[in-house]
Nanobody, 114 residues
């Protein structure tokens, strides 16, 4: 399984970005998909997840600013990021879970700076 993540870039504080993740298989194959991030010198952390039933979960620091969603017609999972802060700067990774198997995509860099 391959996961193609895109949408990262440089944005000013307060700005917005939308990340996309397209798996090589139908998203219906996965129990849960999500976004994680890793900032320089820090461990990778969960940002947001979405289940097959569209139940979502977020880390506290992004609640109210980020929204995870999926479009089954486009076979894509999105992470809409609003009101970005410098501390959101990180490499963002897409992850897909199927029972005990975990699949990771290559990261996409998000830099929030003026």
């Amino acid at each position: 399984v391959q996961l193609q993540a895109s949408g990262g870039g440089l944005v000013q504080p307060g700005g917005s970005l939308r990340l996309s993740c397209v798996p090589s298989r139908s998203i219906f194959n996965f129990n849960r998909m999500g976004w994680y991030r890793q900032a320089p010198g820090k461990q990778r952390e969960l940002v947001a997840t979405i289940t097959g039933g569209d139940t979502t979960d977020y880390t506290d620091s992004v609640k109210g600013r980020f929204t995870i969603s999926r479009d089954t017609a486009k076979n894509t999972v999105y992470l809409q990021m609003n009101t970005l802060k410098p501390e959101d700067t990180a490499v963002y990774y897409c992850k897909a879970e199927r029972y005990l198997a975990n699949y990771w995509g290559h990261g996409t860099l998000v830099t929030v700076s003026s």
